[in-house]
């Protein structure tokens, strides 16, 4: 298996334009986890699926930002309209239901607004 | 609620030297599992080395063991024999097994191994 696959790895947008990210698990893993990683605050998890269903999204910072997971292969991050403090590395992971399974991650993609 | 606190913002070794990276926890699960990661300069996360809740023993994965402390809720990693690169990010993290199974991270520590 090619691991997680984020794209795209690097994206500079100006304010106010819409960035969807996006993420492919790895094959037959059921948990996909979305991360923001800055210097201030570290890695936040913003939300996670099980079986393609958002299990918890209270970490999503505002309704700028959305996530969907339509099938088992893929998964979006939106956010509309960006701002300049949205400008962080964002990690897709996913795992096995065991919760004794570590998670694999993507190559995150560094995100750029101006 | 569960979390992760790394309280060592950075640390300074010298090569070859043994490390010790702090990580406490807290959860109301009873079933959970302890990760650490490693994030070098270049950006990606790796795993490093995993603990459970119920395991007997302390996990070792080569260089890397844990140091596992359920009734202080303490889950230290120990780097022997440091090498410079094994500079990086480390993160501790937990998931509980029982519940929601949310994978949650520490602040992470940041690892200077010196020549």
């Known amino acids: 298996d090619a691991g997680v696959i984020q794209s795209p790895r690097h994206e500079v947008t100006e304010m106010g334009q819409e960035v969807t990210l996006r993420c492919k698990p790895i094959?037959?893993?059921?948990?996909l986890f979305w991360y923001r990683q800055t210097m201030m605050r570290g890695l936040e998890l913003l939300i996670y699926f099980n079986n393609n269903v958002p299990i918890d999204d209270s970490g999503m910072p505002e309704d700028r930002f959305s996530a969907k997971m339509p099938n088992a292969s893929f998964s979006t991050l939106k956010i509309q309209p960006s701002e300049p403090r949205d400008s962080a590395v964002y990690f897709c992971?996913?795992?096995?239901?065991?919760?004794?399974?570590?998670?694999?991650f993507g190559q995150g993609t560094r995100l750029t607004v101006v | 609620a569960q979390k992760i606190t790394q309280t060592q913002p950075g640390m300074f070794v010298q090569e070859k030297e043994a490390v010790t990276l702090d990580c406490t926890y807290d959860?109301?699960?009873?079933?959970?599992?302890l990760f650490w990661y490693k994030q070098p300069s270049s950006g990606e996360m790796i795993f490093l080395i995993y603990q459970g809740s119920y395991d007997q023993q302390n996990a070792t994965e080569g260089r890397y063991s844990l140091n596992f402390q359920k009734a202080r809720k303490s889950a230290n990693l120990v780097i022997s024999a440091s090498q410079l690169g094994d500079s990086a990010m480390y993160f501790c993290?937990?998931?509980?097994?029982?519940?929601?199974?949310?994978?949650?991270f520490g602040q992470g520590t940041r690892l200077t191994i010196n020549p």
């Open positions: 992971a996913s795992s096995f239901s065991l919760g004794g399974t570590e998670a694999f």
């Open positions: 959860t109301s699960d009873p079933s959970y599992g």
């Open positions: 094959s037959g893993h059921d948990y």
């Open positions: 993290a937990m998931r509980e097994i029982q519940g929601a199974q949310k994978l949650v």
